[in-house]
């Protein structure tokens, strides 16, 4: 199994994951010309693709759902609620692509199992995804406030851990947002912290984790440097050096390298 970051941060998140003759994208919050563009730079095309995973219903995660799912005639898979507030912003689907599931179904999509969990954001039913392949497994972990045991035991053991690791509490006490929106971001319905994210990330190695890419940096309150000292850090007190994972950070609007599951 192979992953891209085509865009992280809320200026749009997008992730494309491929296994054996298998194309999902999980999120399409930029535009479908920019997810297209970004994927065509590592020579590759969503031609095929076989589902887009929908997390949640912010504009930042479903701006370019519906133009994908037409495109390339690709089932959306959304929950019952999120398919009702996202309805309105991503145009007319065809009905055979319209897929429904409750939250702990596991979802069959070609050669890859992609199992879906609770997650906690302020969303109407915001979803996890861990997407597995045999023995190999990526787990997808963004727009999160807290991790409960149940989150955890869903993405432990992944191959490729993409965490959230959203802001500095420094920067964020400090930055231009309103109070209610610094007050919602530290809720555990809000996101995570650098800190946060690295005792996660320590917790996700010793699971058998073997890249842990941070996604989500919040613009104005984190710095790419600042999330990967801070989580390498935690890493480093709790024994867990370079040769023991490959920590990265997806910077927003921008595509990462491929990461592969060796």
């Known amino acids: 199994m192979k992953y891209i ?11 494309y994951i491929t296994g054996k003759d298998t194309k999902i994208v999980i999120d399409a919050g930029i535009s479908g010309k920019r997810a297209i563009e970004h994927l065509a ?63 702990g179904d596991t979802l069959d999509i070609k050669n890859i199992e992609a199992k879906t969990f609770e997650i906690s954001h302020d969303a109407v039913e915001p979803t996890g995804y861990t997407l597995n392949q045999g023995n190999q497994k990526i787990s997808v972990v963004t727009d999160i406030g807290c991790i409960s045991d149940d989150v955890f035991n869903n993405i432990k053991g992944s191959d490729i851990a993409v965490i959230e690791s959203n802001y500095d509490p420094h920067m964020l006490s400090y930055c231009s947002y309103p109070y209610p929106l610094k007050q919602r971001i ?11 994210a690295g005792y996660l990330g320590a917790a996700l190695v010793k699971s058998g984790t073997r890249k842990l890419l941070l996604a989500h940096l919040s613009k104005e309150s984190n710095l790419p440097e600042l999330a990967f000292q801070t989580v390498a850090s935690i890493l480093s007190q709790q024994n867990i050096g370079p040769d023991d994972v490959g920590l990265d950070v997806m910077l927003r609007g921008r595509v990462s390298k491929i990461y592969s599951i060796e």
């Open 5 to 15: 970051s085509l865009s992280s941060g809320s200026c749009g998140n997008c992730h």
């Open 41 to 103: 730079m590592h020579g590759q095309s969503m031609d095929g693709l076989d589902a887009i995973l929908v997390t949640h219903e912010h504009i930042d995660h479903i701006q370019a759902v519906g133009i994908l799912s037409r495109k390339f005639n690709t089932p959306v898979y959304a929950t019952e609620k999120t398919w009702e507030s996202m309805k309105k912003h991503i145009g007319k689907i065809k009905e055979e692509n319209v897929r429904v599931f409750k939250r």
């Open 186 to 196: 530290r809720s555990d319905a809000g996101h995570l912290s650098n800190e946060e």
